[in-house]
């Protein structure tokens, strides 16, 4: 049997265990210490001189934080983009709010800006203003920002930016992580950069960014014994996986580069399939390409080839299942399209690791071609 391709590993740079070791060799062996301010300074200077990143445990962590910040509680409704991971909306639930979905558009497969207003404007109606708005960058492509914007805007409501997918990806000229009131990132296994575990949130200011520290921190008091007048939660990045982080940092130039290229590459080499498709990259909008997805004519194609490239122990998946069609979630409020829904039946994620080589490429390459040779 052929060894494994993943869809997305974790891929290291080597420089990881010297800040480890440093870790240790200093005893901050702690949820706090050198590597988690520098991994915190790193990604300031990567995403924008004045943003206030607080180092969390996970994604899920700093969208749960993201909602407490902005007072979201017990009978709140909160919109989320409808295609995406369950992480985007399950610390909704957490919080004692109900999810609003709202589906996708065509051109970068996220939050469709006029579902969002219909949206709104019927949660109004119905006497309960939405509280905040999740939109996310679904596979790195940024969501249309300007248009998202404007509709939030317009009746002042917060974006929480979900970039858990898009660290290295930009909007015009400006890099995603930085758009929303709030937003978050993610240093899961399979994504771009990996911290084993860990996540991100990026705020505006320093008020902001220390009162989710406060929150992360079991939100101690300042005094001498234990003293608490909030929930508080154990939430902060440790030294150790910071350390990690520090020497992903060294590389995510070139896990962008290397995505965007397997992207490029299966791109041409299946523009003579016209059977597959793939999403563009708008004018102004520059995608991490974090995982590569390619679109087939019909749900039997896209499962046939599935099946078939495990067979060569490839694995593919299919594109995110829509949250309005999970089954936890089939009593929340939906605003529906079609197109998450059609996204979901004919789309694909193609192996897509910073770490794949030209020979794994190859057999993924060989593997569809045969796939539709046959059919
Ligand atoms: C991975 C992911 C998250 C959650 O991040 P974790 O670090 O795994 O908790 C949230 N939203 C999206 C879109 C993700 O892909």
């Not at 939030?152 to 974006?159: C, D, E």
Request: negative net charge; contains cysteine.
């Amino acid at each position: 049997m052929n060894e494994k391709i993943w869809l997305s590993s974790p891929h290291m740079s080597g420089n990881e265990q010297a800040y480890i070791k440093d870790a240790f060799d200093t005893n901050w062996v702690a949820p706090l210490g050198p590597n988690v301010n520098g991994f915190e300074s790193d990604l300031q200077s990567f995403l924008k001189e004045d943003t206030h990143v607080a180092a969390l445990a996970s994604g899920t962590s700093a969208l749960h934080l993201s909602l407490i910040l902005l007072n979201v509680g017990q009978g709140d409704e909160v919109i989320c983009q409808s295609k995406t991971f369950s992480a985007s909306a399950n610390p909704i639930v957490y919080q004692g709010a109900t999810p609003v979905f709202v589906d996708s558009e065509r051109e970068t497969w996220n939050m469709c800006p006029e579902q969002l207003e219909i949206a709104i404007k019927d949660r109004i109606e119905k006497g309960n203003k939405p509280k905040a708005i999740i939109a996310v960058h679904l596979y790195g492509m940024p969501y249309k920002v300007d248009e998202i914007n404007k509709v939030a805007k317009a009746y002042n409501i917060p974006v929480i930016e979900d970039s858990a997918e898009s660290l290295g990806s930009h909007y015009k000229g400006q890099n995603c992580g930085t758009f929303g009131d709030l937003a978050i990132l993610s240093f899961n296994g399979n994504k771009i950069i990996t911290t084993s575990g860990g996540g991100a949130l990026v705020a505006p200011t320093k008020e902001l960014k220390d009162k989710a520290v406060f929150l992360a921190t079991q939100a101690r008091d300042n005094a001498p014994h234990y003293l608490h007048s909030h929930i508080g939660y154990n939430y902060r990045m440790s030294n150790i996986v910071a350390g990690i982080g520090r020497g992903q940092m060294t590389i995510l130039d070139s896990h962008v580069s290397k995505r965007r290229s397997n992207h490029e590459f299966y791109q041409s080499e299946f523009k003579h399939i016209d059977k597959i498709s793939f999403l563009k990259e708008p004018e102004g909008y520059f995608s991490n390409r974090w995982l590569s997805c390619i679109l087939l004519d019909s749900k039997d194609t896209r499962e046939g080839l599935r099946l078939a490239l495990e067979k060569e122990n490839i694995e593919s998946r299919p594109l995110w299942k829509p949250m309005h069609q999970q089954p936890i979630f089939k009593d929340a409020p939906s605003y529906l399209n079609g197109v998450s829904d059609e996204l979901f039946e004919k789309g694909l994620c193609l192996p897509s690791g910073s770490n794949l080589t030209d020979m794994e490429l190859d057999r993924v390459k060989t593997a569809i071609n045969s796939f539709f040779e046959k059919c």
